[in-house]
């Protein structure tokens, strides 16, 4: 069984930093893809971004370029950076493995809150 356990998350200020991160259980292999999702209060959930086979990296168009995927094999985990963040990058923050047999693995979940 797959776990995966996120930490990182809290309360920041309009314009400040986060570093999420999410520690497998297994090892975590270039075949993988890991995900960053997130869900607003009374929104569905979200793609953020993802890392899949062969690093291949895609961020949704609300983060790029304030957000960075990344992943470090021998910690086995995935880590996402938000910067410049906004009262709308206010969520839970949910971290997805997908294997090779397509089966997906999810977190518990982190709360970040951004506010004055």
């Known amino acids: 069984q797959v776990q995966l356990v996120e930490s990182g998350g809290g309360w920041v200020q309009p314009g400040g930093s986060l570093n999420l991160s999410c520690a497998s259980s297994v090892n975590i292999i270039n075949t993988h893809t890991m995900t960053w999702w997130r869900q607003a209060p009374g929104k569905s959930r979200e793609v953020v971004a993802s890392i899949g086979p062969n690093g291949l990296i895609k961020y949704a168009d609300s983060v790029k370029e304030r957000f960075v995927i990344s992943r470090d094999f021998p910690k086995d985990t995935v880590y996402l950076q938000m910067n410049s963040l906004q009262s709308e990058d206010t969520a839970v923050y949910y971290c997805?493995?997908?294997?090779?047999?397509?089966?997906?693995?999810w977190g518990q979940g982190t709360q970040v809150t951004v506010s004055s």
């Open positions: 997805n493995l997908r294997n090779t047999f397509g089966h997906n693995f």
